[in-house]
Structures are given as C-alpha cells and as structure tokens.
C-alpha cells in the first residue's frame, strides 16, 4: 500500500512531492518494478540495488550542482532533487532487504581510509597462497618421512613391511569400494577418486 501511495503521489505531484520530468528513467518508475517484482533470484536483487545506488548517487550529484549555484529560481529544482532522493533512498531501502551480503569490515575500513578495496581482495589471496605453500610444504615432508621410515623399516623388518603394505593395500581397496558406492551420480556413472 505505500508503494503505491508513493508511486501515486510522485507521478500526480500532490502533497508537494514533484517528479523531475527526464526521459532517462526516474526514481519512481524504478520503484514500480522493483516493489511488483516478487522474484527471489539473488543476482537480480542485487542488480536492482545497484541501480537504486547509482540513480541515488545520480541524485546527490545534481543536488550539489543546485545548491552550489543556488538563487531563488533553483528553490523548485531543489525541492523536486530532495523529493526524488528520498523516494530513491526509500526505494533502496526495500531492496536490500532482499539481499543478503556480508561485506568484511576489513574492507569498509580500507574505503573509508581511502584506499581502493580490491587491497583486501589481493591480501587475501596473497595470504591463502602463502599458507597454501606452506601446507604443501608440510605434506611434502610428511610424504618423505614416511617414505623414509618404511625404507628403514623394510631393512630392519621385511616381513612386518609386506604385512603393513598388504593390510593398508586391502583397507585402501575397501574405503574405495565403500566411496564408490556413496558416488553413484543419479545417471548410474560413478565417480572414481584418484588412490593417493
């Protein structure tokens, strides 16, 4: 209902609310399809918001262009700038209701130290590389520990090596056969996992 008294009142300019008439789409006819649109596609909401920040910011820039070269004549421009940023900014406000983001502090606090966010993204990256090498690192040398033990072992205990070798042989086997039976795809394919 008050979208509709929004809508109505922008497009009939009663109640002192006036529609800038440009052909470039105003922030009331933004509103009709966002608020008849009932579509939960994430992606859509999302385009949608950023359409409402942009009209908005839109707004903001001619609204300083009014009051910075303000006389008594610009008093209407300036009304009708205000109106369309409030009803911009309403409209904004229903929908990102519908969107669920999660922005990390980390980067709000580069914007506002005024630094380009794409920072975050490339430390973090950076960061996962770093401890990605680190890990294979340790796995490496895990594999050669191993490696090295079982050659020790098979000197000094052959026949306890064979039997380890074909108890973990028969258990790898098994965990396969299990895995796979887990892995059926709904077209009767498995999916076969490379043995490590």
């Known amino acids: 209902m008050e979208s509709s008294q929004t809508t109505g009142t922008a497009a009939s300019g009663g109640n002192g609310t006036i529609n800038p008439q440009t052909g470039d789409g105003s922030p009331a006819e933004s509103t009709i399809p966002a608020t008849t649109s009932s579509s939960d596609d994430p992606k859509q909401n999302l385009n949608q918001v950023i ?72 430390d973090v990256l950076n960061s ?24 020790e072992l098979e000197q000094a205990f052959p026949d306890e090596v064979e039997d380890y070798r074909e108890i973990r042989a028969s258990s790898a086997a098994e965990s396969m056969r299990l895995s796979q039976a887990q892995n059926i795809l709904p077209n009767g394919d498995m999916k076969v996992k490379p043995e490590m």
């Open 128 to 151: 996962c590389i770093a401890k990605n090498q680190i890990t294979k690192g340790k796995t490496d040398a895990f594999k050669a520990l191993r490696k090295h033990l079982l050659e």
């Open 51 to 122: 359409n409402s920040i942009q009209k908005t910011l839109g707004t903001i820039h001619q609204l300083y262009l009014t009051v910075s070269s303000f006389n008594v004549s610009s008093q209407l421009p300036l009304l009708q700038r205000l109106n369309t940023l409030v009803l911009e900014m309403d409209n904004m406000s229903k929908l990102s209701e519908k969107c669920n983001i999660q922005v990390p502090m980390e980067v709000l606090n580069l914007i506002d130290e005024g630094k380009n966010p794409d920072e975050f993204t490339r």
